[in-house]
């Protein structure tokens, strides 16, 4: 099957993206309890506390779902997550949260004008793990901020490619992501580069290069680190990923959604398995574990987005 490059998916309750039975078939099955406050895990857990499930094996990136150029209608989890859906989803907040104010993103809100957001990455934004592109992280994103938002046109458009690594993604900026004139871009980084045994030390520059390019065009910028699964964590080259990623975010003032961080805390303190939240390669979430990273993001954005509204519209553009 031939790759195709992303997705566009309408988030607009008003527009009637979805019937009323869609959205009470997805309210009943996501009925998921909204970030709960805590305390931040330890840092004397290990990245690897706790035992491992025995290895499936990588699914190698020919392997993986391609994501679909065509627009999806955000949809239900699929029924095959039924025993899954009463888990509540939660993370503590002070884990969960995005450390910079998005301007821009808060002045497009506050006037009610549309908002277009650019999801890019590897295959864990191309949906690689989901059972559906419906069930992708940055569908499920489209549903959650239209619960958020029900009455603004909110765009979230996939632009996620399997296999791929920092320079690859940088060099697609300017025909997948920047043609889309977003005001909110999601960069999902860092995991491909640890599993093939690539330092982020090479490519430290174009990260900090790539992420200046998307500040130019005037669009918020939020990236997110790799994800807490065992395919990863065999890995030592983690831990210096998680930090250079952190720090870039950092010194170019630019949020960073710790999915990480996140995940562990499920795993370690919340004692969910592996199985609860990763797809059966021991690599890509699954479709609970997309659904409440996006839950748990839209939430992350939408407190990020309450700058108030002079302060936003004198820093964005309009």
């Avoid at 527009?15 to 997805?26: E, K, N, P, Q, S």
């Amino acid at each position: 099957m031939p790759q195709q490059s992303g997705q566009g998916v309408m988030s607009d309750r008003g527009t009637g993206v979805l019937d009323g039975r869609g959205w009470m078939i997805a309210a009943i099955v996501l009925a998921l309890s909204a970030p709960a406050r805590g305390e931040v895990p330890s840092a004397a857990h290990s990245l690897k506390n706790g035992p491992l499930p025995s290895a499936i094996g990588i699914v190698g990136a020919s392997q993986q779902r391609p994501s679909s150029s065509e627009p999806v209608q955000p949809a239900a989890l699929h029924p095959s997550l039924a025993p899954l859906a009463a888990a509540i989803c939660r993370a503590p907040a002070a884990i969960a949260r995005l450390n910079y104010p998005l301007l821009r993103t808060a002045q497009r809100l506050a006037s009610r004008q549309p908002l277009t957001i650019v999801a890019i990455g590897s295959s864990s934004t191309a949906g690689a793990g989901a059972s559906a592109p419906a069930t992708s992280y940055p569908s499920r994103l489209a549903v959650e901020l239209g619960k958020l938002y029900p009455h603004h046109a909110i765009v979230v458009i996939n632009r996620g490619v399997n296999g791929e690594v920092i320079p690859d993604m940088v060099a697609r900026f300017r025909t997948a992501v920047l043609p889309q004139h977003p005001q909110l871009v999601l960069w999902q980084l860092g995991t491909n580069s640890v599993l093939r045994d690539r330092p982020l030390k090479p490519h430290s520059e174009e990260l900090h290069d790539g992420i200046s390019e998307l500040k130019r065009s005037g669009a918020d910028v939020v990236l997110i680190d790799p994800q807490y699964a065992p395919k990863v964590l065999a890995k030592p080259e983690v831990t210096a990923m998680l930090g250079e990623i952190a720090a870039a975010a950092k010194d170019e003032n630019v949020g960073l959604f710790r999915r990480f961080a996140v995940m562990r805390q499920w795993y370690v303190d919340q004692h969910r398995s592996f199985s609860a939240f990763v797809s059966p390669d021991g690599l890509h979430m699954n479709d609970w574990g997309y659904a409440c990273w996006a839950r748990l993001l839209a939430g992350a954005i939408a407190e990020a987005a309450k700058a108030p509204v002079a302060s936003a519209a004198g820093a964005a553009a309009p």
